[in-house]
C-alpha cells in the first residue's frame, strides 16, 4: 500500500496575485488599493472613513422643547419630565432670558425680586433650591445645566448651541 504525498498549502504572495491578475486580464493595470478596496475590508474602510467624515448626529443642532405648567410650576424638556415647583419655575426663568437676549449669569437678589416666580415670602430657600435643580439636571443628563459660580451668582450651560422653544400650558 502506498501513503498519499503529503498536501501543500499554497501561499500567494502579493506579486504573485498581481502577476495572476495580470495575465487573467492583460489590459487592466493592478495596484495595491484595487486590490484592497475590492475586499469586503476595502468596503468597511470606506465605511469608516465616511462616516468619520460625516457630521454626527451628536454635533447637530438638537431642538430642545420646554414645556412650561403654570398651575404647578412642572417642566418637561422634550416630553420628558424634569422638576416642578419653584424650581421648575427657576430652570424656566433661566431658559427664557437665555432664549431671549442669551443671558447665562444670574444674581440671586435679582432672582428673589422676579414676581413670576413666586418665591414665598418668609423664607425662599433658594439656595436649596439651586442645590436640587442642579442634580436633576445631571441626573438627567440634559445639554443645560445650572451652577453657582460665586457667592450670589447662579451661572447657566447650555453644552451645545440648540434651538430652544418653550411652551407654557395653563
Known amino acids: 500500500m502506498v501513503a ?20 487573467e486580464v492583460p489590459n487592466m493595470t493592478v495596484n495595491e488599493n484595487d486590490l484592497w478596496n475590492s ?16 457630521e454626527s448626529p451628536h454635533r447637530r ?5 420646554v414645556r412650561c ?3 404647578d410650576g412642572a417642566l418637561f424638556v422634550n416630553d ?29 437678589r435679582d432672582v428673589r425680586r422676579q ?4 418665591l414665598p ?6 439656595e436649596a433650591r439651586l442645590i436640587l435643580l442642579e442634580r436633576r439636571l445631571a441626573q438627567k443628563q440634559l445639554p443645560v445645566r445650572v451652577a453657582r459660580r460665586n457667592r450670589g451668582c447662579i451661572s447657566l ?5 440648540s434651538r430652544l422653544r418653550i411652551t407654557d400650558v395653563a
Request: glycine share 4%.
Open 4 to 23: 498519499p504525498a503529503p498536501m501543500r498549502i499554497a501561499t500567494i504572495t502579493p506579486e504573485a496575485r498581481r502577476e495572476k491578475l495580470r495575465n
Open 69 to 71: 405648567h403654570r398651575r
Open 157 to 161: 450651560t447650555v453644552d451645545e448651541p
Open 115 to 118: 414676581q413670576s416666580l413666586l
Open 39 to 54: 475586499l469586503p475590508f476595502g468596503r468597511m474602510r470606506r465605511w469608516l472613513e465616511s462616516a468619520l467624515h460625516a
Open 80 to 108: 420628558e419630565y424634569v422638576i416642578r415647583g419653584v424650581a421648575g419655575r427657576l430652570l424656566r426663568h433661566f431658559l427664557c432670558a437665555y432664549a431671549e437676549n442669551g443671558t447665562t449669569e444670574f444674581f440671586n
Open 121 to 126: 415670602a418668609d423664607k425662599d430657600n433658594l
Open 61 to 65: 443642532r438638537r431642538q430642545l422643547h
